[in-house]
């Protein structure tokens, strides 16, 4: 089947466009499945492009978009808010600030007036790699989409480095504004190649069986750095043991189309808004099914601080991106499928063990 | 490089002995006193002068240890002829502000002075002025606080209510003016019939933290037992099967905790304190009724859905309510006895808890010491996918262990773990009875934290409450509250075919909350009391 935008978004123009973003994502998913072909004979990660798996049961595996990572570098969650919320500044091609730590394939802008009055905040869940293609497909289709996304007029030279190249640190993308992720985890590569390395079974230092995967080394690897991702985010820890546990029962699974990471949901519960006001209102969808971006506008008149959230008041972007549910889509089939490879260290060293029976006996790592 | 675990020195004499060590008493007294303007410095006399006469961590913990130690060598495991009444204080978000001037009830967290009522429909009440909402509450509800708790708890029903009386009435003629000083009481009672069960007839409160230090010097006794053998592998981070060792802080205020987000469950902060909070806690008061006939038709309906995939086949009401809680009505874990319920199992204090999600259970090694014997009972397997025990079942949903959840690595789940003192109370559900079912009847629920927006909020608005978490299976159908919406579970067949089970109405419905401050024995001589 032809792959779809992330979020069936309508951006593209041509069915030669559809195609070859169809293509394009369909070779990233082979090349993460081409990563763990060398542990199994029959990978269980498919490619949706090529297997139907509309009849594979789904479950969205879901996180928090506040980035876990700064709660234990800062005393207070008040530094770790402010810490997330520092605007970005761009010097000499390298990106500072707030979105540098925003790791949780979810990245905020924050509009904020004259006075620093926090206006609005824009929310996205968008992919580099999304726009680079659209950026290479047709530049001013990619200066067009940025315009319609921003509500402001940009221009092809705006959102391009001075070699020609699409330029994701743009001022439209960092310092003025937000199109898509940039933080450096934070890439659909990523999110494709943990899932599929998650569908190895793995054993722990103790030689037990162990879904506690996401500090194992990448399979056939031992690169000391090379871990499936970040065990101290929200995201990948929990994305890596719910795709090992779908894929010891000998599921075939997947990333279903429309592939991507998306918002799930603001936890309106418990808000108070000032008078007058539905937060409904203030916090609206704007791109995406599922959703990719999401803003919340604050009322003329009225202030951040002015809503609260079970009796505190909001100060910061960090507290609504805390109430945010991220989420990824996976699909699998029936048990069964597929016989389990030998469960391989997570250390990389000694391959080949036998699956045993037995189980981690951690509570951590 | 991960931190050594270390056992704090926990003041035994300062701390409230509810909080840690519990009362573990089958008859509770709840009275909350509210106290008008003019009797205010009376009361503040009657502070001082009840405060030596409350129970702290040393007396009660060596009690307990003294009972436990009885109830084991006894021939039939019957509760032995020991007996204490207790007393505990706690203090309101209204009555600190009533009795402490602003720059020191400022230093509370905001969450307790703000009260239950404003974080309600964050935690998942209905709103204010729906029916169940908190104007409806008998405990706690708007315009009708109260300033401080007095817990009366004690083995002999006598004995507690003589204490409660005598209270009572020493609080209503602090002064002469008539109603300056009001008790409103409530009670618990351990159900006579199935002791240690409460009204669905599920053995309750079987699983708490472990509480990590050592009591009044660095060679007292732990607040926890330690059970496990040093060559047990879970040893290091448990005080047994399926306890995890918490450091204190997360209970009560001025000792370590462990760190937000830190990976490593031995890395501790200990947060400011000053004297007004050192050695104190917060605790959270429900008022839970049950419905019970609601839950047993709750559970037929329910069973009657799963019977129909085949996958499922015929399945009963039991194993339907059981799906709900995660236990069966013994105590026993679904997870280690998925079809059916094992009293044995059950009545096994240490193999009943003896269980993780994401990881395989394990025959523990106990110490030599402890006298406990390894049981036979099935191993639990892996159940990360929640095949066995749903995701929706009470007991994983508010403490999904080892699995990692929307926060990240289980070893998070420390930082949200609580100190449940819950007890029954109302009259048995008797359907030979008439008007059995329109009784009222539930659960005093109360448990210790030392931040209420990490715990108590926490649990219900981020994990009882949410129907995403985990992978969408649905709300805690026992715990919770989604307002007035009807709830959901997803319940995963033998076959991995999922079926969708939906409940139209609440099943406990909160009729009384308070937030409420357990100072120290100096704080309350000292600040309250003065």
């Known amino acids: 089947m032809q792959l779809s935008a992330p979020g069936n978004l309508t951006d593209f123009t041509t069915d030669e466009q559809k195609s070859d973003w169809s293509n394009k994502l369909s070779t990233e998913i082979d090349q993460a499945i081409a990563g763990i072909s060398k542990c199994t004979a029959a990978s269980q990660y498919v490619n949706p492009a090529i297997v139907d798996v509309s009849a594979f049961q789904r479950a969205p595996i879901h996180w928090v978009g506040f980035p876990k990572l700064l709660y234990t570098q800062f005393t207070t969650k008040q530094q770790a808010y402010a810490a997330a919320d520092t605007p970005s500044v761009v010097d000499n091609g390298k990106l500072s600030g707030g979105r540098t730590i925003q790791d949780e394939y979810l990245e905020w802008y924050i509009h904020r007036d004259q006075q620093g009055n926090i206006r609005a905040i824009d929310f996205t869940t968008e992919t580099q790699k999304y726009w680079e293609f659209l950026y290479t497909a047709n530049p001013a289709l990619a200066a067009e989409s940025y315009s319609t996304v921003l509500g402001v007029n940009v221009n092809i030279k705006d959102i391009s480095t001075p070699e020609g190249n699409y330029d994701p640190y743009n001022r439209f993308n960092t310092t003025n504004g937000i199109v898509h992720l940039v933080q450096v985890n934070n890439t659909l590569e990523a999110e494709l190649d943990i899932a599929a390395q998650s569908t190895l079974p793995r054993l722990d230092d103790a030689g037990n069986v162990t879904n506690d995967v996401v500090s194992c080394k990448h399979c056939g690897t031992v690169a000391p750095k090379d871990a499936l991702g970040s065990a101290g985010r929200n995201s990948d820890p929990t994305i890596a043991q719910m795709v090992n546990a779908v894929a010891a029962n000998g599921c075939l699974l997947t990333i279903p189309d429309p592939v991507g990471l998306y918002i799930q949901t603001l936890d309106t519960s418990g808000w108070s808004t000032p008078a007058g006001v539905k937060l409904a209102d203030c916090w609206k969808i704007v791109r995406g099914i599922p959703a990719v971006r999401a803003t919340f506008t604050l009322p003329t008149g009225a202030q951040l601080s002015d809503f609260s959230i079970g009796g505190i008041p909001i100060k910061y972007a960090g507290q609504i991106a805390e109430k945010i549910s991220v989420f990824l889509t996976a699909a699998y089939g029936p048990k069964g499928a597929v016989p389990l490879p030998p469960a391989r260290p997570c250390s990389g060293q000694a391959e080949g063990t036998a699956l045993t029976k037995s189980t981690s006996r951690r509570m951590t790592r | ?530």
């Open chain 2, 1 to 530: 490089m991960t931190a050594k675990p270390f056992e704090p020195v926990i003041d035994s004499t300062e701390i409230q002995g509810d909080i840690l060590a519990g009362f573990r008493k089958d008859h509770v007294r709840l009275l909350f006193v509210s106290v008008a303007d003019t009797a205010l410095p009376a009361f503040k006399g009657w502070i001082r002068a009840i405060t030596p006469k409350l129970a702290y961590l040393d007396a009660v913990a060596t009690f307990n240890v003294m009972f436990s130690a009885a109830r084991r060598a006894s021939q039939n495991g019957e509760a032995p002829p020991l007996s204490a009444t207790w007393m505990n204080l706690a203090i309101s978000g209204q009555g600190v502000k009533r009795l402490l001037p602003q720059d020191q009830w400022s230093q509370l967290d905001v969450t307790f002075l703000d009260g239950p009522t404003e974080d309600a429909s964050l935690v998942g009440e209905p709103d204010n002025g729906s029916p169940g909402g908190p104007q409806s509450w008998l405990v706690g509800a708007p315009s009708h606080g109260h300033d401080v708790l007095l817990i009366i708890a004690g083995d002999d029903l006598a004995d507690v209510e003589r204490g409660t009386s005598e209270h009572t009435h020493a609080l209503q003629n602090l002064v002469e003016e008539d109603d300056a000083v009001t008790v409103r009481l409530e009670s618990g009672n351990a159900r006579s019939a199935q002791p240690g069960h409460e009204h669905f007839g599920f053995k309750d409160g079987i699983s708490q933290p472990g509480v990590r230090g050592r009591i009044g010097s660095a060679t007292g006794q732990y607040v926890t037992a330690r059970v496990l053998d040093p060559k047990d592998p879970s040893y290091a981070l448990f005080a047994a099967p399926g306890q995890p060792l918490c450091y204190p802080g997360e209970f009560v205020l001025g000792y370590p905790r462990k760190r937000e987000g830190s990976l490593d469950p031995n890395d501790t902060i200990v947060d400011p304190t000053i004297p007004l909070t050192k050695n104190g806690s917060y605790l959270v008061y429900r008022r839970l009724r049950q419905d019970v006939p609601g839950f047993m038709a709750a559970a037929e309906a329910m069973a009657a859905q799963l019977s129909q995939n085949q996958s499922f086949g015929p399945r009963s009401a039991g194993f339907a309510a059981a799906c709900l809680v995660g236990r069966w009505p013994s105590g026993a874990p679904v997870i280690r006895s998925p079809l059916a319920d094992d009293p044995a199992l059950g009545d096994d204090s240490y193999a009943s808890n003896n269980f993780q999600f994401a990881q395989a259970s394990h025959l523990p090694m106990y110490g030599a010491h402890s006298k406990i014997l390894p049981d036979n009972f099935p191993q639990a397997d892996a159940d990360t996918f929640g095949n066995t025990c749903p995701f929706s079942a009470h007991i994983r949903k508010v403490n999904p262990r080892d699995q990692t959840t929307d926060q990240g690595d289980g070893v998070r789940t420390l930082e949200h773990r609580i100190l449940r003192r819950g007890i029954p109370y109302g009259a048995d559900f008797d359907p030979s009875k008439p008007g059995s079912d329109n009784e009222d009847r539930g659960l005093q629920f109360l448990c210790y934290q030392s931040s209420i927006q990490r715990g108590f909020q926490f649990l219900m608005n981020q994990w009882a409450n949410s129907a995403d978490f985990p992978l969408g299976r649905g709300n805690d159908i026992v715990i919770g509250q989604s307002g007035e919406a009807q709830r959901s579970v997803t319940v995963l067949a033998p076959d991995g075919s999922q079926v969708l089970v939906t409940f139209p109405q609440r099943l406990v419905m909160t009729t009384g909350a308070s937030y409420l401050f357990s100072p120290s024995r100096s704080a309350l001589l000292n600040f309250f009391g003065s």
